[in-house]
């Protein structure tokens, strides 16, 4: 596979790709996780929701003290840029921004340069006959920081509940925090329950993710009752169907949660219903 094929990208100005494009050794991502990111993807070739991973992006800077140097109109030039290049229908758009490079030092200057990286490439694999077959999860402990609605590059304990579920066997970590379900390691979570779509309210203990948003908006639509709130561990485990949302999975059914079966242990209605009007609805945005 050509390097292009795997990826295109633009670096502070320059285009390059994934595999030879170099930041600083003393970036502030490299050397702290200063940094946020975004994660949006194409349908039919035309980026989807774009304008509300930007915002988050902006939001995400916010958070964390970084002032952007580009505005969200110049990222989604670029993007589009890189998408007509790449000239694929099915491509995943890729945002990080870090603080830029300094020497190293917990301390900030206000007026630092951002590392600013687009990059389009294949969308992430997901493994078909999970989403007909649905797939096992386990439940970890959430051990990240309080803002988690900030969509960083510090991934350290999504990245170990991650490996935890694949040495378990398990697709997926769903997170337990003070007893409460916040997420999955890169996904929202949704339950069916007493004819009940319920999910985690999206304060600061989880990323308000854009599909999240999506599905909530068309189950509105459609006539589900929706309750966002807190769940805990024994309605998890109760729940007639469970499934997760993000860019990547769109909506992905569990059917098994540590050693319990969800409901009848297949993907559910809910689950079928929903997930075929949000194609519909990313086909026709
Ligand atoms: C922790 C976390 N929660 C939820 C999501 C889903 O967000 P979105 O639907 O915007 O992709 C992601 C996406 O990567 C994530 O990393």
Same mark, same amino acid.
Do not use: L, V
């Given at each position: 596979m050509s390097h292009a094929a795997n990826g295109i990208l633009w670096l502070n100005g320059q285009f390059g790709d994934f595999q030879t494009s170099r930041v600083a050794l003393e970036d502030r991502g490299f050397q702290f996780g200063d940094g946020i990111y975004e994660v949006a993807r194409t349908y039919n070739g035309v980026p989807f929701m774009l304008r509300e991973h930007i915002a988050r992006l902006f939001r995400s800077a916010a958070g964390i003290d970084l002032t952007l140097t580009m505005s969200g109109d110049e990222l989604t030039v670029i993007a589009r840029d890189l998408l007509i290049r790449f000239s694929s229908d099915d491509a995943e758009i890729y945002f990080q921004i870090t603080r830029g490079a300094a020497p190293r030092n917990l301390l900030y200057a206000d007026e630092m340069q951002p590392t600013v990286i687009v990059g389009v490439r294949p969308p992430r694999y997901v493994p078909p006959e999970l989403r007909e077959t649905g797939c096992h999860v386990i439940t970890v402990p +959430?051990? @990240?920081?309080?803002?988690?609605?900030l969509k960083t590059i510090c991934l350290l304990p999504n990245a170990l509940a991650k490996g935890r579920a694949h040495r378990a066997g398990a697709f997926d970590a769903l997170m337990i925090r003070d007893k409460l379900l916040t997420e999955g390691t890169a996904s929202n979570v949704f339950l069916w329950l007493n004819e009940k779509l319920i999910t985690p309210v999206a +304060?600061? @203990?989880i990323l308000h993710g854009i599909t999240r948003g999506v599905v909530l908006k068309i189950a509105r639509e459609i006539g589900y009752s929706i309750v966002e709130r807190d769940i805990n561990r024994e309605e998890l485990y109760a729940a007639q169907e469970v499934f997760l949302t993000s860019t990547s999975l769109e909506l992905m059914p569990v059917v098994i949660i540590d050693d319990k079966t969800v409901g009848t242990g297949a993907a559910g209605d809910a689950h079928r219903d929903l997930h075929t009007a949000f194609r519909s609805f990313a086909q026709k945005h």
């Open positions: +959430d051990e @990240r920081w309080a803002r988690c609605d +304060d600061n @203990r």
